[in-house]
């Protein structure tokens, strides 16, 4: 094969057009553009259209369970959006924007890999547009704003044992799970508990990302339960009135960011939040905003089917009036392999579970094989004879080594699938039901569980939040992504196990609330070797090792 080049060598041998090309070929006016320097921009709000959305198609890429290093749906999607453009198709790909812990941690980069990248790779990897930083400038700003309300008097009698509200950091740094704030003296404020999480798992960034407009996104963060009062009742980020100044923080990142592939085909990046611990997909605003400038909008969501598609599905399908058309589910041979101890054959039940749930939403998967470069013909070509007796459609995903070119296949059969199978897309529950019942749907029915437990802990909190009136707010299962399980030991597909709900959270202003299963965190930690050990920056301010 030659030479294999890093994903940033590849991005540095492309020369971007300017921004305003980009945006041209879609029929956005330069006077409405908002550049960040000349490969990026931000798009305004004014061209969503509700009419040409429901003539565009939308396209999610998924996953089977992946491995710690993941299985490339960054990478086929970008590679889809090419290939889709290739044959003729006005394509657009809405992505997720990256988070600097993973990037630093062990994943590295998120904007694709090999051929099908989005570029510029380093800008969008690192501080891009500033969103994540607004994001995190608003949710802190409101915890400054708790804890200056209780040192200067307290007047709506906020029980700081009781404030739910954390502040957050874009940075795997387990360290800061749980702190005490408030030491050195009455000056400092009151001594209380604290926690931190990652940024991209803060109801901010929630908001954000389902948020329809500007109105929109301040009533949301004014209905921010931010805990409760001595008297057990609840206390609203508007009682504080902190609404408007945390708006004021997140007017620009509220506009979807536009940039390119390297292909020079249009991308959007918006928003970033987690699939594991979060809902896992980009902005309504930023995949609107697709299907209003093209006809064929293909977005991800976040690690496997039962974390970022569900999700996808459940939540952000339904608030935003969105119907997907057609699935790309990825799977690999690393992964399969992964799945059944070294043996591809014995990994397959797991992408099966996957495709499973896929037909659960009344949606017909294509199983896009993401090609690796160990990977051998042999073994792709019995892969490929034995997804077709299984009854699925597939194809392989050529697209890190040979860009659209190698995906032309898959957008083919893309296009085939939403014309036969793109009208019957429906959510797996509906929001009426209670919310125990809900979380059981999910462990059983995309999961594999027998059944779910909760503790006392969790119990009391769904009774509260039930008798708030919140009980018909869907739910965002923060689990391990390592598993369809919620123990990471448990690989391919297990059967009959026992779901642990060990807390539950609740986003009101976003709209949904959180079980938190087994022993996930909301705040991650960094591996024995984070990829930033492996990352360099010359004279010049070159950096290599971003990848």
């Known amino acids: 094969m030659g030479e294999i080049k890093s994903d940033i060598e590849i991005a540095g041998s492309v020369s971007p057009l300017p921004i305003g090309e980009i945006a041209g070929m879609?029929?956005?006016?330069?006077?409405?553009?908002?550049?960040?320097?000349?490969?990026?921009?931000?798009?305004?709000?004014?061209?969503?259209?509700e009419e040409k959305i429901k003539e565009s198609h939308l396209i999610l890429v998924t996953a089977m369970t992946p491995t710690p290093s993941g299985e490339g749906k960054t990478t086929v999607s970008v590679g889809l959006n090419d290939g889709l453009n290739r044959i003729g198709k006005e394509a657009i790909v809405v992505l997720r924007e990256p988070s600097l812990g993973p990037v630093f941690g062990i994943k590295g980069g998120a904007a694709g890999g090999g051929y099908a990248q989005v570029i510029p790779m380093e800008d969008i990897n690192l501080h891009f547009t500033g969103d994540f930083a607004a994001v995190e400038k608003a949710n802190n700003l409101l915890s400054a704003l708790i804890d200056n309300h209780i040192h200067h008097g307290n007047e709506l009698g906020i029980e700081p044992r009781a404030i739910l509200w954390k502040r957050v950091m874009d940075m795997n740094d387990r360290s800061l799970r749980q702190v005490v704030i408030g030491l050195g003296g009455k000056n400092n404020g009151m001594p209380r508990e604290e926690g931190f999480n990652i940024t991209p798992a803060s109801e901010v960034m929630a908001i954000l990302c389902l948020a329809e407009d500007l109105v929109d996104l301040k009533e949301r963060l004014g209905k921010i339960l931010i805990g409760y009062n001595f008297n057990g009742e609840p206390v609203f980020v508007s009682d504080l009135k902190a609404e408007e100044a945390m708006t004021i923080l997140l007017k620009?990142?509220?506009?979807?960011?536009?940039?390119?592939?390297?292909?020079?085909?249009?991308?959007?990046?918006?928003?970033?939040?987690?699939?594991?611990?979060?809902?896992?997909?980009?902005?309504?605003?930023?995949?609107?905003?697709?299907?209003?400038?093209?006809?064929?909008?293909v977005t991800e969501a976040g690690f496997g089917a039962d974390l970022g598609a569900e999700k996808f599905f459940n939540i952000k399908s339904v608030y935003g009036g969105l119907r997907p058309e057609a699935v790309v589910l990825v799977a690999t041979l690393r992964a399969l392999k992964y799945h059944g101890d070294g043996d591809w054959k014995a990994g397959m039940p797991n992408l099966e579970k996957h495709i499973e749930n896929i037909r659960l939403f009344g949606l017909e998967p294509i199983v896009a094989i993401n090609r690796f470069p160990d990977d051998t013909e042999e073994e792709l070509d019995v892969l490929g004879r034995y997804l077709q007796d299984y009854g699925v459609e597939w194809a392989l995903a050529e697209g890190w080594a040979r860009g659209g070119e190698g995906m032309t296949e898959l957008a083919r059969k893309v296009v085939e699938n939403i014309e036969k199978n793109g009208?019957?897309?429906?959510?797996?529950?509906?929001?009426?039901?209670?919310?125990?019942?809900?979380?059981?749907?999910?462990?059983?029915?995309?999961?594999?569980?027998?059944?779910?437990?909760y503790t006392r802990k969790a119990q009391t909190a769904l009774k509260k939040f039930e008798k708030l009136g919140f009980g018909n707010l869907p739910v965002v299962m923060a689990k391990t992504q390592k598993s369809l399980s919620d123990n990471v030991l448990l690989k391919g597909r297990p059967e009959g196990?026992?779901?642990?709900?060990?807390?539950?959270?609740?986003?009101?202003?976003?709209?949904?609330v959180i079980p938190i299963l087994g022993k996930i965190m909301r705040m991650p930690g960094l591996p024995a070797e984070p990829a930033s050990e492996k990352m360099h920056i010359d004279v010049e301010g070159r950096v290599t090792g971003l990848s």
């Open 26 to 49: 879609m029929g956005i006016v330069q006077d409405d553009l908002e550049p960040y320097g000349r490969y990026k921009a931000k798009i305004p709000l004014k061209y969503i259209d």
């Open 252 to 297: 620009d990142a509220l506009k979807p960011n536009l940039v390119q592939t390297l292909e020079h085909n249009p991308a959007i990046i918006h928003g970033g939040p987690f699939a594991n611990i979060a809902q896992g997909t980009n902005s309504i605003i930023g995949t609107k905003t697709g299907l209003s400038l093209r006809k064929y909008v």
């Open 423 to 453: 009208k019957n897309f429906k959510p797996l529950y509906d929001y009426s039901l209670p919310l125990k019942e809900k979380i059981e749907l999910i462990a059983t029915k995309i999961y594999g569980a027998g059944q779910v437990v």
């Open 497 to 512: 196990f026992t779901v642990n709900v060990r807390e539950v959270e609740i986003n009101t202003g976003a709209g949904f």
